[in-house]
């Protein structure tokens, strides 16, 4: 398990994104009781939403599928990834794949690195299993993919990324 959690020193150091994901805070709320729900596991979901031009997403579909759920990790087979994507409108788009932690820490593991379904996603880690924190997203790892490293955005970056807005969200939990 130990191995899991190493990784190597990026290659290259991150160049702030430009483009935005608008949240609304529905599907904050949404993710956090998905999270809560699986106990004391670890487990996983996907936000949904259509992109405009300039690659600016805003999160409509909150959305656990199936999956493995343990106290350490959680894993999403292509198969289940595939029965979500099936169900959502053509315009919708991957945005960002969240998952839970058992403590604070909110860093990426090797393990998460090869898990993310995609690396044209965000990729956040919720801390305690998905317990709600302090203003977001203070306290919540927000990872981009960047030059062959998942590197996780301090606190102005990820706040720059992403804005709570408000609108309506469509929330399943397939697990």
């Known amino acids: 398990m130990e191995d899991e959690l190493e990784r190597s020193v990026p290659p290259f150091p991150y ?13 904050l709320e949404a993710t ?6 699986a106990g004391h596991r670890e487990s996983g ?3 949904y939403g259509p992109k405009d031009a300039d690659g600016n997403g805003t999160v409509r579909y909150v959305g656990a ?3 493995q759920m343990r106290r350490r990790n959680y894993h999403v087979s292509a198969e289940a990834l595939a029965e979500v994507v099936y169900r959502l409108p053509e315009d919708y788009k991957p945005l960002a794949q969240v998952h839970s ?7 990426h593991s090797s393990y998460d690195d090869t898990m993310v379904s995609s690396q044209r996603i965000l990729s956040l880690v919720f801390p305690f299993y998905g317990r709600e924190m302090s203003e977001f997203p203070h306290g919540i790892g927000v990872h981009e ?7 996780c955005l301090d606190l102005d970056c990820a706040t720059r990324r992403i804005s709570l ?11």
């Open 45 to 47: 979901a996907m936000w």
């Open 65 to 67: 599928p199936r999956q």
């Open 101 to 107: 932690h058992p403590a604070e820490w909110v860093e």
């Open 145 to 151: 993919w960047q030059n062959g490293y998942w590197h």
């Open 32 to 37: 956090h009781q998905l999270l809560q729900s």
């Open 15 to 27: 160049e702030p994104g430009t483009a935005r994901l608008f949240l609304p805070l529905k599907a």
């Open 165 to 175: 807005v408000d609108g309506e969200v469509r929330v399943e939990d397939m697990r």
